[in-house]
């Protein structure tokens, strides 16, 4: 057994296709994403199986899913991708224009909407060989984080503890988008008519449950007749209905220009929150991730610095 083990694991590669499948649950996937063909990729996920003795993964339903015992192994088999990265890497500069090379981003699905399109542009005009792979945030990012499974992450996560860094990006307030021909709201938005109205619920895992606890901390309990999991639909609801959504300004600001939407603030008092940038400490010296930080705090920090509002 540990003859076939050390002959499987000199070849780093395939670490980096069992990477490959346990990110993506899909072993054509991985081959795609790795530039290998279908047959070649069943030829090292054999060598792997055969070398830890378990199937590592299993087809179902919903794809490849892994073993238990690959449950295990993926932690400290991307430990040793990381620190061989590290110690083939010269300490150089990152060039985004002569590497290939994926970078995981975690967001909320607004950001998808107001963050994600300028990166993109950006990162498409300078580096071609560079693939972006966007997640949600979600309880699971700080331990993605920390195992290199996702590089940066852009939003609100307080709490994270020690080993993380966190650059402030801006700042974020409250309002609220109404229709612009709402038939008992003009130009003014009043407490009274915020507590009479109906409201469309964002069930958003930054957002909603700060929204949340604040107005229930005022006494405010709003008349939820519609929840969404998320802003998808949301300018052709609120273009369409009387219903009232109150979400995040630069995410309020977007809707707004795509249909008959006007923006109010809010006028109940919600603390505002600061966008950041998160990434752990493992990954502080890495010089594409450097890079990736760097980028995304470049294009996203407004002229007036992390305190000002977005326009």
Excluded at 39 to 55: E, F, G, H, Q, Y
Excluded at 195 to 221: C, D, K, V, W
Excluded at 230 to 249: C, E, K, M, N, Q
Aim: proline share 7%; aromatic share 8%.
């Amino acid at each position: 057994m540990l003859a076939d083990l050390g002959e499987a694991l000199r070849d780093t590669r395939l670490l980096v296709l069992f990477d490959e499948i346990y990110r993506t649950g899909s072993m054509t996937h991985a081959a795609e994403r790795l530039g290998l063909s279908q047959p070649t990729a069943s030829i090292w996920l054999a060598k792997l199986r055969r070398a830890w003795r378990d199937p590592l993964f299993v087809r179902t339903s919903e794809g490849m899913q892994p073993t238990p015992r690959a449950a295990v192994l993926i932690g400290p088999s991307r430990e040793a991708l990381a620190l061989l990265r590290r110690l083939a890497d010269d300490g150089g500069a990152f060039d985004p224009a002569a590497v290939e090379r994926s970078f995981r981003i975690a967001m909320t699905d607004a950001s998808h909407i107001t963050l994600l399109p300028q990166i993109l542009a950006h990162v498409r005009s300078v580096g071609p060989g560079i693939r972006l792979e966007v997640v949600s945030i979600s309880a699971e990012t700080g331990r993605m984080l920390e195992s290199g499974g996702v590089d940066t992450a852009l939003g609100y996560l307080p709490g994270l503890g020690a080993g993380y860094h966190e650059q402030p990006v801006y700042r974020q307030d409250f309002v609220c988008l109404v229709n612009e021909h709402h038939p008992r709201i003009g130009a003014t938005f009043t407490v009274r008519a915020y507590r009479e109205e109906a409201h469309i619920g964002i069930l958003s895992f930054t957002s909603y449950p700060m929204l949340q606890n604040s107005l229930r901390r005022q006494g405010i309990e709003r008349r939820i007749l519609l929840e969404l999991p998320g802003f998808l639909g949301l300018a052709s609801i609120v273009a369409t209905t009387d219903l009232i959504a109150t979400v995040p300004r630069t995410i309020g600001e977007t809707v707004a220009a795509m249909g008959a939407i006007r923006v109010h603030p809010c006028p109940v008092k919600v603390p505002s929150f600061t966008v950041s940038q998160y990434w752990h400490s493992r990954y502080h010296q890495d010089p594409g991730s450097r890079w990736l930080r760097g980028l995304c705090a470049k294009l996203l920090t407004p002229p007036g610095g992390p305190r000002a509002f977005p326009a």
